[in-house]
């Protein structure tokens, strides 16, 4: 897991040889104005997904990995909690892994909780269970999801 400023972006240009081509697109757009709804960037090895929603307790955090991408979450408009745990000491999973939608629920409690302010992006890979969308309020957010 990651926390930083998109001012640092070109910091993780090296983990991942398609973080150049999202991070550049990031900079190219008006994300504020961006509808609600997924965006192609690169096919389906970079897309984005739009979201704007009310936010949960962390009692209601549910954990989630996914196989085939890593996210790159950034807030917009508000301030998201999240949970996190390190995938590998998971031990309740909720249901089969979905393929198809590259994601798994777990019941675990989260590890530890961080906040992703306006302005800020998540990094999250295959390797971390990640809880989103807690806190208090509305936030409007990017997932932009890319390929391994």
């Given at each position: 897991?990651?926390?930083?400023?998109?001012?640092?972006?070109?910091?993780?240009?090296?983990?991942?040889?398609?973080?150049?081509?999202?991070?550049?697109?990031?900079?190219?757009?008006?994300?504020?104005?961006?509808?609600?709804?997924?965006?192609?960037?690169?096919?389906?090895?970079?897309?984005?997904?739009?979201?704007?929603?009310?936010?949960?307790?962390?009692?209601?955090?549910?954990l989630e990995v996914h196989d085939k991408y890593i996210d790159i979450q950034i807030v917009v408009g508000g301030t998201e909690e999240f949970g996190?745990?390190?995938?590998?000491?998971?031990?309740?999973?909720?249901?089969?892994?979905?393929?198809?939608?590259?994601?798994?629920?777990?019941?675990?409690?989260?590890?530890?909780?961080?906040?992703?302010?306006?302005?800020?992006?998540?990094?999250?890979?295959?390797?971390?269970?990640?809880?989103?969308?807690?806190?208090?309020?509305?936030?409007?957010?990017?997932?932009?999801?890319?390929?391994?």
């Amino acid at each position: 897991m990651i926390l930083d400023s998109l001012r640092n972006k070109e910091l993780y240009y090296p983990l991942c040889p398609r973080f150049r081509k999202a991070f550049e697109w990031i900079e190219s757009t008006d994300l504020k104005a961006l509808a609600v709804g997924r965006h192609a960037i690169d096919g389906d090895d970079i897309f984005v997904n739009v979201s704007e929603l009310d936010l949960r307790p962390r009692s209601a955090a549910a954990l989630e990995v996914h196989d085939k991408y890593i996210d790159i979450q950034i807030v917009v408009g508000g301030t998201e909690e999240f949970g996190w745990s390190e995938r590998r000491l998971l031990e309740a999973p909720r249901g089969e892994f979905d393929v198809e939608k590259d994601i798994r629920f777990y019941t675990d409690t989260p590890q530890t909780f961080y906040t992703v302010h306006e302005g800020e992006f998540t990094i999250l890979m295959p390797e971390d269970a990640h809880a989103p969308m807690l806190g208090e309020g509305h936030v409007r957010k990017l997932i932009i999801k890319v390929r391994r």
